[in-house]
């Protein structure tokens, strides 16, 4: 019988020798390796592959819980068991947003420790068994979880509205934070904001929520990224949505793949009715795979040539896309005087109805900026917010799923939709 493999972390030598003597008579257990601190744990890790780490937390040079984050990304089989005296919710909820299964208080019996260990790796056994080979093999690069539809295979609920602008500073941002919450007051749906801007993003400032977790902390998770997950990892905000912010450093960007941008999207589009995605104006990887899998593309333009000569570029590329005309709104924010070029120019030009207009107000976006409160919410009764609330009800509109009758030819339509919409990359290639 295959034994249960155990990797023992403690800086403490005694301490190291203690669970060794503590899981001495366990027949179906055996150390493989023992590490002093959270560096080599994740080296021992890596080589040894054990199904189960014993992890301290305090420990010198780096702690277990950014060791534990570590190895799940590196050892996405090991399960990681943190040991510590302090038994505080802190450090238990940090515990297990790191990947840990368990946490065990010191000091334990050798029963506590010996049923925890086959607990988790049970635990383990049933993910083990649902995954497939190729994905648990980490020499052949495999990330568990990623690029996979979920298990049991549930299609997406929610919607998903991507917000983007082929200009900087056409109001993308603001436009995703302010309709997030106008639909949330809307239809008390369940809404998600998702800030793909991932090197320079700033939802978290705009909704006054700095210092939380962010999509970072999200990636290389593996199939451990569930609901559960994922919603503690994004913030509560004071309206009612919760929002997913960008990682807090732009080095950190590169470490989320457009492959895991995709599975943590279509993962929120189970957890949520709507998924609003603000973006950078750059048209990158992790841009096209949200427009992959987006249901609504609201551009956002600003009554100025540049901006709409881009935008008209975006039409180009998403045809040649073939992301469906009619799924993109057209906003045009900053409207300002008689002098701007008119709405119904700009539609003609593009041809393409603007969905809805925005008047310039920098005054008070700039209030609601630096209070950290969107408009829609710190100043409800001014027209630019009743033009948010305005754009709500029409995409509530729009997106509404109607009540769909039963049809004699399901398979085909649903093949006819799937060719149409996958692989954005692909077509862009062709
Ligand atoms: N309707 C508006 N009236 C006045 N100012 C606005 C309006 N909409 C946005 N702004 C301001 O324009 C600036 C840019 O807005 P925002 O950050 O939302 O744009 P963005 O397209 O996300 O920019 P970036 O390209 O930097 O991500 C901000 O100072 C914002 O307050
Ligand atoms: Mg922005």
Do not use: W
Not at 407 to 413: D, K, Q
């Amino acid at each position: 019988m295959a034994k249960i493999t155990v990797l023992i972390v403690d800086d403490i030598p005694e301490t190291r020798e203690n669970l060794r003597k503590l899981l001495y008579f366990e027949p179906d257990i055996e150390i493989v390796g023992t590490a002093a601190n959270g560096r080599e744990a994740i080296d021992q890790a890596r080589k040894v592959q054990p199904n189960i780490v014993l992890m301290d937390i305090n420990m010198p040079d780096m702690d277990g819980i950014s060791a534990s984050q570590e190895i799940t990304r590196v050892a996405p089989m090991c399960q990681v068991i943190m040991m510590s005296v302090q038994s505080e919710a802190d450090y238990l909820r940090r515990s297990m947003l790191a990947g840990a299964m368990d946490f065990l208080t010191k000091p334990f019996t050798s029963e506590e420790l010996s049923s925890s260990i086959h607990r988790v790796f049970q635990m383990g056994a049933s993910r083990r068994a649902a995954m497939p080979a190729a994905t648990l093999d980490p020499s052949l690069g495999g990330v568990p979880g990623v690029g996979q539809v979920p298990a049991g295979g549930a299609p997406p609920q929610g919607k998903l509205l991507l917000v983007f602008s082929p200009k900087g500073g056409t109001g993308c941002s603001s436009v995703a934070a302010n309709l997030a919450i106008a639909l949330h007051k809307a239809s008390s749906r369940k809404i998600a904001l998702v800030d793909l801007s991932l090197q320079f993003g700033d939802i978290d400032a705009i909704l006054n929520l700095q210092g939380h977790h962010s999509l970072a902390d999200a990636v290389g998770r593996g199939d451990e990224l569930d609901g559960d997950l994922l919603n503690a990892l994004m913030s509560p905000h004071a309206s009612g949505i919760k929002v997913m912010a960008a990682p807090p450093s732009p080095e950190m960007a590169e470490s989320i793949s457009s492959e895991e941008v995709k599975v943590i999207l279509s993962l929120m589009r189970q957890e949520f009715d709507f998924v609003i995605a603000d973006t950078c104006s750059y048209l990158d990887d992790t841009v096209l795979a949200a427009m992959d899998l987006a249901d609504r593309l609201l551009l956002v333009m600003v009554p100025e040539i540049p901006s709409i000569k881009a935008t008209k570029q975006l039409f180009e590329i998403a045809e040649a896309l073939e992301f469906p005309s009619d799924h993109i709104d057209l906003i045009l924010n900053k409207v300002a005087t008689r002098d701007d070029i008119r709405a119904d120019q700009i539609g003609n030009s593009l041809r393409h109805s603007i969905l809805a207009q925005l008047e310039l107000d920098p005054r008070s976006m700039r209030l609601a900026t630096n209070q950290g409160l969107p408009l829609v919410m710190g100043q409800p009764n001014l027209p630019l917010a009743a033009a948010f609330a305005e754009i709500a009800q029409q995409l509530l509109a729009l997106l509404e799923p109607k009540p769909v009758a039963p049809v004699e030819e399901p398979a085909e339509v649903g093949k006819a939709e799937r060719t149409k919409r996958v692989g954005l990359f692909g077509r862009l290639k062709k």
